[in-house]
């Protein structure tokens, strides 16, 4: 009686499942709602006072300079003048909204309802994001559900991450299905490539931390594509970044009379996660009363960054923490692999069950990955493993926040979503739709603007 119990749960599991796969509007639609709803009542949970923009942050300083004074400037303790410490979307786009509502409780919960947003319209278009990548709408669908869930476990404030995370695992998915079409097709025409190109340009000007991603997709292309044109086509892919990249570019340039890519605080980050008083996360510190040696935190570096200007003071920065690692090397490798296994599986400070989430997330799409990656094909698999790789890269020298996994989570969502779907008796042959056509793919999202991107990448 108990086997037939759990036969007929499983197989009414696969009739929803199937069910909201069925239709790219229904899944859309249903994943987007439940995930803005959750978000939204959890969001309703918070005290007013908590949304009203404040400048304790380099985010939160930048976007009321820009409000203020249209100067992307003064994101430390005290004034220090123009600034490139982040990257100049996030708080461009924030300052738009405190122009238009002020510094107001109003502006912050807009704020906030944009970040809901875009994580809705990520996890709905996991489906769609699975069943080219070739491992089914269903698998999608479950890494969607699994998505929008999440926000009734989730701290609000984790949900709420500024800096673009959720808007970065959106175009990460997108220029990751622009270089598959590319890979399938053994080809890209002339104005294609520049277009993909100025946009993964436009895309780091969101995150920087996209161009290892970049990086990887391009040197697969010229591995895999067989086309004679191949080195100027990924040419033309670097001459639109180029071109989207000058103009920030010139503004650091003549500002800073220096050349560097996007943002200048490297430096000051890699002080902070290799020195005397460090730990492998901020939390960590946090909890240690640890006291950060860097320009938001202490006057007297503010002070020093204004004498000294701030590529200079980074310089400095990143001279001593390279020295620290010096003459340190098992204590640095010590915290390098702590903040591997903090974002694998886990804050490693905390109790287990703390982790738990973390770990079983991991695991999980270990699982989907090594049932799905011999059903599809090569390229495939290099857009699952390129961004697994090399994105997190960066977040294994610097102090570990958890926001810093989020823009690769919804591919471990997808792998996990395989897994699952075979847990309850599905199918894996289904997978193999991702083999099909893109041509005869229909989505809803193509209402998107973004996603024309992804379809004019490659030219016949």
Known sequence: MEKYREVWIFRSLRAVVGWIAGSAWRYFTLIFLLSLAIRHHQLNQVS??????????????IAISLMKTGEFA??????????????????LKDSLIYRALGLTYRAGYVRAISIIVTTSVLYGMLPWFSERLGTGRRAGVIAGLAGAISGLVSDIWDMLPGHGEYLTGLIMGLVLLAFLRRWKEQSGGWRGSLLLGLAIGAA?????????????????ELWWVKNPRKWALVGMIALGILLACLPWGWRNYRTFNAVFFIRSNLGGELRLAYNDATAATFEKMDAMGAQFIHPGAVVSEARKL??????????????????????????????????FANLWAGPQHKPVEDSLDVLALTVLAIVGAWRSFPRITI?????????????????????????????????????????IWQGIGGSLSIIDAGKASYGNQTTPMKLIVPIVISDVCVEA
Request: glycine share 8%; with cysteine.
């Open 306 to 339: 204004i004498e000294l200007g701030e590529i200079e003071y980074m310089n400095q920065a990143g001279g001593e923490a390279l020295a620290w690692i010096s003459a340190r090397p098992a204590e640095s490798l010590r915290l390098t692999a702590q903040r």
């Open 379 to 419: 390229p495939q698999r290099a857009a699952f493993l390129t961004p697994l790789v090399t994105y997190p890269l960066i977040y294994y020298i610097v102090a570990y926040m958890p926001r810093y996994r989020i823009p690769i989570d919804w591919i471990l969502y997808i792998l996990a979503g395989v897994a």
């Open 74 to 91: 003064d994101p430390y303790l005290i004034p220090t003048g123009p600034t490139a410490h982040l990257p100049p979307i996030p708080p």
């Open 204 to 220: 780091f000007h969101v995150q920087p931390a996209l161009l290892p991603v970049v990086l990887g997709c391009m040197l697969f």
């Open 48 to 61: 007013g006072r908590f949304l009203v923009p404040t400048g304790d942050r380099e985010l939160g300083a």
